[in-house]
Structure formats: C-alpha cells, structure tokens
C-alpha cells in the first residue's frame, strides 16, 4: 500500500520542498540519515513526531522520483 500521502509539498514551507506530513521535517533529511546509517528505531527516538509509515513514505518517495524513463536521441 503506498504511503505517498504522507509526503507534502507547500511552496510556503521550507523552500518548497518535500517534507513528511507538513512536520517541516524534510524527506532529504531523513534519507541522509538513512544514507550515514542511522536505524528506523533512532531516527523514530531523535523525532518523536515521526511514525514508521512517515519512513516508508519517505523511502517509497525516493524510489519513485529515481524511476525515470531514459530517453535516446538517434
């Protein structure tokens, strides 16, 4: 089941980024703590505001955004 509803994009809020559920907590940011690795249960511990679901989402956002078709010119 996706979880992209999770994601949110406010031109108003943090420069237009995507952020998780308009917490101003940014999809990046959690994917860099992810990327130097961090755990699920740390980043749960370091944002109490954050759910489990708000990292899938983050996750499934990523994945998605790097699905792009590549284009050939002959």
Do not use: N
Not at 10 to 24: F, K, M, W
């Amino acid at each position: 089941m996706s979880q992209l509803e999770r994601i949110t994009v406010d031109p108003r809020q943090c420069g237009g980024r995507p952020c998780i559920r308009s917490l101003r907590i940014r999809v990046k940011d959690v994917l860099d703590l992810l990327a130097a690795g961090a755990s699920k249960e740390e980043i749960l511990e370091d944002y109490p505001l954050l759910e489990a679901a708000d990292i899938a989402a983050v996750l499934e956002f990523a994945a998605r955004q790097s699905d792009h078709p590549i284009l050939r010119v002959a």
